[in-house]
């Protein structure tokens, strides 16, 4: 049977005996080997699949917990300010729940498929006109203000459902892996891995990756504009800052920065190249290593096997996927103009 992160992980997570579990199944996602990356990095690579959850990215385990702690304390609606993929999360376990759910967006900055997925769950969806960053400073305001839960990875639940992934990629290795490479944005993520890999003793070096013209942890300071082709990581401001940075440093790992190009060309050879489709943003984590490889600190052994973090579905955004694929070939309805077309 299919089981509910919450199910799996109870005796791990902090919720309270008569929360109910708001579910879609989330976690239990694929780990997949990746023999050609595996062969071009020279160690041996997973890609821990994250677009597997129901809604297609990482944000559906820390929603599911944040979800049911709200409705166990008898929230009536979820606020969440976003980038796309916590907006479509919070938008579906708002909608299982019976909440209301309102996202603030950055306009004309989020993926269609994110969009299309948190209007079809029914939350009232807000384009603001300005930036992540800012997005999440006027839904703090909104939520001190009214009575609705805050949903976004400032609240705790979401990091303690995200720590789960780290659990699953211990269990489905047997053991820890030397390393991980992550995106990171809002810097939930990381923070919530590391978090996870504590609990089971487990230390991997932890590469975070930003992109370039996003990439405040690398610069020191918050970029007042960022702009990147991965809008889910569009962010210059990010919220776990502080955890993030302790968590990097404690696994004696690095934070760096990917231009888009590297991006989009990891992005690309990761359709091409190993089957699996994920997003922009996602292949931050593969073209991070593809620009640095796994760089250890001094006297340290080189990390005998990776896990890449692919956080969201290639599906998310059809838009930048066309734009960067090659083109349709147009036939005519004939046996010799096909045979052409296919073979030529
Ligand atoms: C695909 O949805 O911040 O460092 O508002 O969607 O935990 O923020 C999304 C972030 C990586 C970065 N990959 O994770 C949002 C949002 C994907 C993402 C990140 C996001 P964090």
């Not at 489709?277 to 996602?282: D, G, I, R, V």
């Not at 620009?291 to 890449?308: F, M, N, Q, T």
Request: charged share 20%; proline share 7%; hydrophobic share 45%.
């Amino acid at each position: 049977m299919p089981v509910p992160l919450i199910e799996r992980y109870r005796d791990r997570l902090p919720l309270e005996a008569g929360d109910p579990v708001v579910s879609l199944n989330e976690g239990s996602t694929p780990l997949i080997e990746a023999p050609r990356l595996s062969e071009r990095l020279e160690v041996r690579t997973f890609l821990k699949f994250e677009g597997g959850n129901p809604t297609g990215s990482f944000k559906d385990r820390g929603m599911t917990v944040a979800v049911s702690r709200a409705k166990g304390r008898g929230a009536e609606a979820v606020i969440c300010a976003s980038t796309g993929n916590t907006a479509a999360s919070a938008a579906a376990y708002a909608a299982r729940a019976g909440l209301r759910g309102a996202v603030i967006v950055p306009e004309g900055k989020i993926a269609i498929g994110k969009l299309a997925q948190a209007l079809m769950h029914g939350a009232r969806v807000v384009a603001l006109q300005g930036n992540f960053d800012e997005a999440l400073q006027i839904v703090r305001e909104l939520a001190d203000k009214h009575p609705i839960e805050l949903v976004n990875s400032v609240n705790p639940y979401r990091i303690e459902g995200q720590k789960t992934a780290a659990f699953e990629v211990v269990e489905e290795l047997g053991e820890a892996p030397g390393a991980l490479a992550i995106p990171v944005g809002n810097a939930g993520n990381v923070t919530a891995y590391w978090r996870g890999f504590q609990e089971v003793d487990a230390a991997p070096i932890l590469y975070g990756f930003q992109a370039e013209g996003a990439a405040p942890l690398v610069h020191g300071s918050p970029v007042a504009n960022p702009e990147t082709v991965a809008s889910a990581i569009r962010i210059g401001n990010p919220a776990r800052w502080e955890e993030a940075m302790a968590a990097i440093t404690d696994s004696r790992g690095r934070i760096a920065a990917v231009s888009d190009d590297q991006i989009l060309d990891a992005y690309r050879w990761l359709a091409s190249s190993e089957g699996v489709f994920c997003e922009p943003a996602s292949a931050a984590s593969v073209a991070g290593l593809f620009a640095y490889g796994l760089p250890v600190v001094d006297g340290a052994e080189p990390p005998e096997s990776v896990v890449c973090v692919l956080t969201g579905h290639g599906l998310k955004d059809p838009d930048t996927a066309l734009s960067k694929a090659p083109s349709v070939i147009n036939c005519e309805n004939d046996l010799s103009a096909v045979e052409r077309a296919v073979f030529d």
